[in-house]
């Protein structure tokens, strides 16, 4: 009762010290709500662009690569007076990008979605590397469907994804689909192995009243504003058994030691000399290893070091990755469709040594317990206002994907699995990439091959 009493007091003295400190706190996340997504955000113009490939595609998927390399350019961290005063983001100032394949009803359609500042940007990075590319403004595709979805007539079914491990595990990516070293080689290989074939061909075989909406949404980070590699070095490490920095002693243990180890040890240097330390330092010293630990890996942990490694290597991007499933409840449908982008994504890119997508349950339109039909309905109306204004999953809660309650297993996610993830370029590149061969008619794609004039030809002044 004493404490209590003693407490009491104290907040009854000073409670005018810490009330202004405490309201400070939600005074700056109401503040920094409204100037980043009431003001900054609201002023900011998007557009979308719609991105018709050739009908036969030589590139490689290295060239995507090349792609998303040069995109993630377009970060511009913020600086003080930008993040207090602009209400500019402060990830990558707020500029992600992101890549969209659609299909209404069978037909398909490739788009970006971009700032207006950086429109001429995008299309000089994709013409460079794919010429033949027709690049168009376009109607954005999300604003064609009622707002008030589901009702009498729509439903749909959505759902984000994460990967079952830590960032730094890559997914199974291109460069381990193929082992072709002639450049000419592997694009005949690509031809027959294409990954994104599949899921063209399910987009192609939707109903006319059924429409999914497949987003990838990047945002360039650096380790300064997301660190990440730290824990990619300290894993790497773990797996090639690297000694590690040697673990920092308590103070307690620095303190015994000055007053009772070292004169200790001095005293039997006086009697014993060297030999004496020796012996008492036999404990701290270790044989030197005549085969480096490096070389005592197993092929598998040759593979997932090497893995690890060439994430570290690569440019990074802050993503969520999310699936929208509309269908008209009076025409044809069949509600399992949503499953093409699960298993293209859960299924090809899938390696059990290093990482896999999965589905991250708090987003997922399917409720299990307690007021299902009305949190059902929320949920829906949520996942598709996040996927029409591309924003991070459990917007508005916070842009780090992470839910607002700590504990997992309420929300129904397994620890670590956030709705935001780490993709690397390559990655990326595997995920997204236009297709060598259009197989189906569905897709629009261009025609005929568009060519410059032959030199010399004359032309009037």
């Given amino acids: 009762m004493a404490l209590f009493f003693i407490l009491f007091q104290i907040i009854k003295s000073w409670w005018w010290f810490f009330l202004p400190i405490f309201l400070s706190l939600g005074a700056k996340t109401f503040y920094f709500w409204w100037l980043r997504w009431e003001v900054w955000y609201k002023k900011k113009k998007w557009i979308l662009l719609e991105i018709r490939p050739p009908r036969e595609n030589i590139k490689p998927f290295s060239t995507m690569e090349n792609v998303f390399s040069m995109l993630w350019g377009i970060y511009d961290a913020p600086n003080w007076k930008d993040r207090w005063c602009g209400g500019v983001l402060p990830l990558g100032g707020g500029l992600w990008f992101s890549f969209e394949i659609v299909s209404f009803g069978g037909e398909i359609h490739f788009f970006m979605r971009i700032p207006e500042d950086f429109r001429k940007t995008a299309e000089d990075i994709l013409y460079s590397q794919y010429p033949d590319l027709e690049i168009s403004l376009a109607e954005d595709y999300t604003q064609k469907v009622p707002k008030d979805i589901p009702n009498e007539k729509w439903d749909l079914y959505a759902e984000d994804y994460s990967l079952l491990r830590p960032d730094h595990f890559p997914i199974k990516t291109y460069s381990m689909f193929f082992e072709r070293e002639q450049e000419?080689?592997?694009?005949?290989?690509?031809?027959?192995?294409?990954?994104?074939?599949?899921?063209?061909?399910?987009?192609?075989?939707?109903?006319?009243?059924?429409?999914?909406?497949?987003?990838?949404?990047?945002?360039?980070?650096?380790?300064?504003?997301?660190?990440?590699?730290?824990?990619?070095?300290?894993?790497?490490?773990?797996?090639?058994?690297?000694?590690?920095?040697?673990?920092?002693?308590?103070?307690?243990?620095?303190?015994?030691?000055?007053?009772?180890?070292?004169?200790?040890?001095?005293?039997?240097?006086?009697?014993?000399?060297?030999?004496?330390?020796?012996?008492?330092?036999?404990?701290?010293?270790?044989?030197?290893?005549?085969?480096?630990?490096?070389?005592?890996?197993?092929?598998?942990?040759?593979?997932?070091?090497?893995?690890?490694?060439?994430?570290?290597?690569?440019?990074?991007?802050?993503?969520?990755?999310?699936?929208?499933?509309?269908?008209?409840?009076?025409?044809?449908?069949?509600?399992?469709?949503?499953?093409?982008?699960?298993?293209?994504?859960?299924?090809?890119?899938?390696?059990?040594?290093?990482?896999?997508?999965?589905?991250?349950?708090?987003?997922?339109?399917?409720?299990?317990?307690?007021?299902?039909?009305?949190?059902?309905?929320?949920?829906?109306?949520?996942?598709?206002?996040?996927?029409?204004?591309?924003?991070?999953?459990?917007?508005?809660?916070?842009?780090?994907?992470?839910?607002?309650?700590?504990?997992?297993?309420v929300q129904g996610r397994k620890p670590g699995i956030r709705g935001t993830i780490i993709l690397s370029t390559e990655e990326l590149a595997t995920i997204f990439h236009f297709p060598i061969k259009v197989l189906t008619p569905a897709l629009k794609a261009v025609e005929a091959k568009k060519t410059g004039p032959p030199p010399g030809l004359p032309t009037r002044e």
């Avoid at 294409?194 to 075989?205: C, H, M, R």
């Avoid at 006319?208 to 360039?220: A, D, K, S, T, Y």
């Avoid at 197993?298 to 690890?308: H, M, Q, S, W």
């Fill in 184 to 409: 000419e080689r592997r694009i005949i290989e690509e031809k027959r192995l294409d990954p994104l074939d599949t899921l063209l061909e399910g987009l192609s075989k939707l109903n006319p009243g059924e429409q999914l909406w497949f987003q990838i949404v990047c945002n360039p980070i650096t380790e300064d504003t997301f660190p990440w590699l730290k824990k990619a070095k300290e894993a790497a490490d773990k797996i090639a058994k690297r000694p590690g920095p040697p673990p920092k002693k308590p103070i307690l243990f620095e303190f015994f030691r000055f007053f009772f180890l070292i004169p200790i040890e001095a005293v039997k240097f006086l009697l014993y000399g060297s030999a004496g330390l020796e012996t008492t330092k036999k404990e701290e010293a270790k044989a030197a290893e005549l085969i480096a630990p490096e070389l005592r890996l197993t092929p598998g942990e040759k593979e997932v070091l090497t893995a690890i490694e060439n994430k570290m290597k690569k440019n990074a991007f802050q993503c969520w990755i999310r699936q929208v499933f509309l269908y008209r409840l009076d025409q044809p449908h069949s509600p399992g469709n949503y499953k093409i982008i699960r298993t293209y994504l859960m299924g090809q890119f899938a390696a059990p040594n290093l990482n896999t997508f999965v589905y991250w349950g708090p987003t997922r339109t399917k409720i299990q317990y307690f007021l299902k039909k009305r949190r059902l309905y929320l949920r829906k109306r949520q996942r598709l206002r996040n996927y029409i204004e591309r924003l991070p999953s459990l917007w508005p809660r916070t842009q780090t994907g992470e839910p607002i309650c700590p504990f997992g297993h």
